[in-house]
């Protein structure tokens, strides 16, 4: 069965259904690529789809250990290559972390390590430059 439906909608722009749940979202092409930029760009959400599986992987790997991460959030910046072909060239990903305890050494390796091996960090092209930082709050 299908994940996601995509329909074009014309001016360069998309509307994605989340057939699970019915969510929707839109997408346009960036204003430095034709586009309007009214919306999240296909390399937007490969952004946010990389920031997030970090931030939730930890979340997962932190609940098991009673740890809570509410508060907690993340930063990504985009660069796309300059040389073609146009692709994202490097993403520079932030995480702000905030917990309910003061936690160890070992305990913060073990949730940075858990980013690092996101499902969604680990499918992109080892080219894909991911320089990663964490500040613990």
């Known amino acids: 069965m299908p994940t996601v439906k995509t329909t074009y909608l014309g001016e360069l722009r998309t509307e994605s259904t ?13 204003t430095d690529n034709m586009g309007k930029g ?23 790997v932190a609940q098991r250990d009673a740890i809570e991460l509410s508060g907690s959030s993340v930063e990504v910046s985009k660069i796309m290559s300059q040389t073609p072909p ?18 160890t050494a070992e305990q913060i390796q073990k949730l940075e390590n858990t980013a ?14 991911q320089v990663v930082s964490f500040e613990w709050k």
């Open 86 to 103: 146009r692709k994202v060239a490097r993403l520079e990903i932030n995480l702000k972390m905030k917990t309910n305890i003061v936690l």
């Open 18 to 30: 989340h057939l699970q749940s019915g969510t929707q979202l839109l997408t346009d092409a960036p």
């Open 116 to 129: 690092h091996k996101c499902p969604v960090s680990l499918s992109l092209h080892p080219d894909l430059e």
């Open 38 to 60: 009214e919306a999240f760009s296909p390399t937007d959400l490969l952004a946010t789809a990389t920031g997030t599986c970090m931030l939730t992987t930890m979340a997962i």
